[in-house]
């Protein structure tokens, strides 16, 4: 069985919304929604995955950051193991599209509706009575 590729995503809240961005164009389920990160490259640690992530794809420069679930898809093509990273950012930041994907912030309900991919509606699911909390 192959090793789970590690992917990092970050939960950022702000005045009970949440930041999520789509694939970009020409990726793999480009348009569709997800909490932004990407792949752990070798020798990088979580924390320093999701900072670098959310810098070169949305502009944002992250301050603390703390583990908040795992998902792993077995299934996938390659299978993931998703390690979701609740994340501090300025309270005036805002997100800029690097990727030209398109970024929102949204309610738990709001959230509920989107087309997001499969391991983040997992854990949306494994957390909404968590998220929905101002």
């Known amino acids: 069985m192959a090793l789970p590729l590690l992917v990092c995503a ?9 930041l999520l961005a789509t694939r970009p164009p020409g990726s793999r389920l480009a348009g569709r929604w997800e909490f932004p ?3 752990v490259v070798d020798g990088e640690s979580l924390e320093d995955c999701i900072r670098r992530e959310l810098c070169e794809e949305l502009g944002l420069t992250v301050g603390a950051v703390a583990p908040l679930d795992i998902v792993e898809l077995p299934e996938a093509e390659p299978p993931l193991r998703l390690n979701f990273l609740g994340c501090a950012l300025d309270p005036e930041a805002e997100p800029v599209a690097h990727e030209g994907q398109r970024v929102g912030w949204f309610t738990l309900t709001e959230l509920q509706s989107l087309d997001l991919l499969p391991a983040d509606r997992l854990f949306v699911e494994r957390h909404a009575a968590r998220l929905g909390r101002p």
Do not use: A, E, L, P
């Open 10 to 18: 970050g939960v950022v809240c702000r005045g009970g919304r949440y």
């Open 37 to 39: 990160g990407g792949k």
